[in-house]
């Protein structure tokens, strides 16, 4: 069974920093892997859909990384802002399977 | 920019009782989704439908759990007899595509008592 992890599970840093959030998944046949913001008591809002075949998606601030081989992917905001303080979630969906894998999150804090 | 939307937002029911959540997904959208999240703990995935059929199931989606899709706007979540540990946040999420990122409504909050 697919497991998703993701380091660290809280991160503060302030405001203007570029950061990069970490997810790992342990078996590498992979169909696409996503990206979420979830804020408190709010549903998931996509980012970043990257498919199996692709190294790299591109969002204004935000680029997430797919490396399949080694099981990883990374999120990178540049300039942080207040404004990005929410949990960030990391999903795999597995080869020939229609669901997603979740992690457990990484909640950040941009202090102003 | 059109959104998946969930109802109710709280759903408060007795052990026992029968309960539906419902959810309108994104209208030119093709695959279906149900996902829950116990407090301070991960999304799980429920349920994948798609062309009136379900195509993937969770091991937490017994015989307790069925979904429908009564018409071209709606896809529902019923839940037969509800128990304590079904408590949790559900959320419904639609796609147009597998290679498409799939979108999330904002959740039901499920309280059995």
């Known amino acids: 069974k697919q497991e998703v992890t993701q380091i660290p599970a809280a991160l503060s840093v302030p405001e203007g920093e570029n950061l990069v959030l970490n997810c790992s998944f342990t078996d590498s046949a992979i169909y696409n892997l996503q990206w979420f913001r979830q804020d408190p008591g709010k549903g998931l809002t996509s980012l970043l859909l990257?498919?199996?075949?692709?190294r790299e998606q591109t969002s204004g601030r935000l680029n997430a990384s797919l490396d399949k081989s080694s099981g990883r992917s990374t999120l990178y905001i540049a300039a942080s802002q207040p404004g990005d303080s929410a949990t960030y979630l990391c999903a795999v969906s597995p080869y020939n399977f229609n669901k997603f894998y979740f992690g457990s999150g990484t909640k950040l804090n941009v202090k102003p | 920019e059109p959104e998946v939307t969930q109802t109710p937002s709280h759903q408060v029911t007795q052990m026992g009782q029968e309960v539906i959540l419902r959810c309108v997904p994104i209208?030119?959208?093709?695959?279906f989704y149900w996902y829950r999240q116990i407090l301070g703990q991960k999304v799980e995935f429920l349920v994948s439908?798609?062309?009136?059929?379900?195509?993937?199931k969770s091991e937490i989606f017994d015989d307790q759990f069925s979904v429908e899709r009564p018409d071209g706007s709606n896809f529902t979540l019923k839940i037969r007899s509800t128990k304590l540990e079904d408590s949790a946040m559900y959320f419904c999420?639609?796609?147009?595509?597998?290679?498409?990122?799939?979108?999330f409504g904002d959740g039901t909050r499920l309280s059995i008592l």
């Open positions: 990257i498919q199996s075949s692709q």
């Open positions: 209208s030119n959208h093709l695959y």
């Open positions: 439908f798609y062309n009136n059929e379900i195509s993937e």
């Open positions: 999420a639609s796609g147009q595509t597998l290679n498409q990122p799939q979108h």
